[in-house]
């Protein structure tokens, strides 16, 4: 982190990390599990998240783009890496040189990864990926038997092994929603094709945090999880995070840039959507819509400032945001806390979330490169054991 930036910052917890982790397996015995930390591990750093959930037992590392694959083997990150998210031409070459699993939904996909296995020499771990019904990437199911058995006559010429089958849930975060059982019913046929042609994967998976925690029979052999991991309820409906033995692991802080008295009838941010109502105390938190402070939470957005909760007043502007402290005093330097654990009276990502129309993946995952990242270690996760490769 740059020291010098004394405007803001958010604490990353890496043992709070490490102990959701630890949490999530204990829940998810026998299943294999890959930490999801795709958009620089939802804004809480991708690297240092990956390192902390290999430290507390992760067996593979999920990220979005083929990009954010090569950013981890780049950091020296040796385990099982998969990416999902290609686009015709992508560097599917650099992938198979550096031992990624890449995700193939389409023909065009598996076309390109084998020229890149046959251009490199080496046998291209592949996962393929079906659409059971969430409409985004995956192979439909009608396309699944040309697809699987290509792939089988890829992995005969020795250009790819299949390591993977998987797919994702339209709706796990609405237990009993009825897509739930039709979906996992669409991949088990697929599954069951799948091996009829020929292929045998080292695993089958389709939980992400949701159906981790509450879908028992969709973990197959792995599960993924990404917000859990990060201390978020994926299913708020159900419950908050330490219902589910989790912590949230990101503290967002301020220190305020300005606190002064104004008369009555003064006007706060652009458009004077908020007025004084009296004489009073106006601070001024330095994070706007340009850090990830959502322009949605204008008026709605709660931060704990002098000891309790104040509301946005006004807009939140691209660099900073006024609360108004009615009688209270603070100085300028004070600690603004955004969002946290919530357990020191602070709101948390899901207050957040709740205030702006959005969800708590939303909040952290915005929270933008302008805000230093400090890394803690709390106590109480499980003790760090040395990552399995070298780098920062
Ligand atoms: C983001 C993502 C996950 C993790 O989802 P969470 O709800 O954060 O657990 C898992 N699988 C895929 C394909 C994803 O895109």
């Known amino acids: 982190m740059n020291d010098m930036d004394t405007r803001a910052r958010a604490r990353i917890d890496l043992g709070a990390l490490r102990a959701n982790v630890a949490a999530l397996r204990a829940r998810t015995p026998g299943a294999a599990f890959m930490a999801v930390v795709k958009a620089d591990g939802y804004g809480h750093g991708m690297v240092r998240c990956a390192r902390a959930a290999l430290a507390a037992g992760a067996g593979w590392i999920g990220v979005a783009t083929p990009e954010e694959a090569l950013a981890l083997r780049a950091a020296g990150i040796g385990a099982r890496v998969l990416c999902w998210l290609w686009t015709p031409g992508g560097p599917w070459r650099e992938c198979v040189e550096a031992d990624i699993d890449v995700t193939v939904s389409a023909r065009w996909a598996l076309d390109e990864v084998t020229r890149a296995a046959s251009e490199t020499g080496r046998t291209a771990r592949v996962q393929l990926k079906l659409d059971a019904g969430l409409g985004r990437n995956g192979a439909q199911p009608a396309e699944w038997p040309g697809l699987t058995a290509a792939a089988r006559a890829a992995e005969d010429a020795g250009l790819i092994r299949v390591t ?162 009615g009688g209270d005093a603070a100085e300028a330097g004070d600690e603004a806390v955004l969002f946290g654990p919530g357990d020191d009276g602070e709101p948390t990502a899901e207050d957040w979330a709740r205030a702006c129309g959005t969800i708590a993946y939303e909040i952290v995952t915005r929270i933008g490169p302008r805000v230093p990242r400090e890394y803690v270690d709390t106590a109480d996760g499980p003790a760090a054991v040395p990552a399995d490769s070298g780098g920062r």
């Open 164 to 325: 993977g089958l998987w797919s994702h849930f339209s709706c796990a975060d609405e237990p009993g929603h009825p897509s739930i059982a039709r979906e996992l019913a669409v991949f088990r046929t697929a599954l069951a094709q799948a091996e009829e042609a020929g292929l045998t994967p080292e695993v089958r998976h389709m939980a992400n945090s949701p159906a981790t925690l509450t879908l028992p029979e969709a973990r197959f052999d792995m599960v993924r999880p990404g917000i859990a991991m990060y201390g978020i309820s994926p299913v708020p409906q159900l419950g908050g995070p330490a219902d589910f033995g989790l912590r949230p692991v990101m503290r967002l802080t301020a220190r305020l840039a300005s606190v002064k008295r104004v008369p009555g009838g003064h006007g706060v941010s652009y458009g004077r959507h908020y007025v004084t109502p009296g004489e009073t105390t106006l601070a001024l938190v330095p994070l706007g819509y340009a850090d990830g402070v959502p322009r949605h939470a204008s008026s709605a957005g709660p931060v704990l400032v002098a000891g309790k909760w104040r509301v946005v007043a006004g807009r939140v502007a691209m660099d900073q945001f006024v609360v108004d402290l």
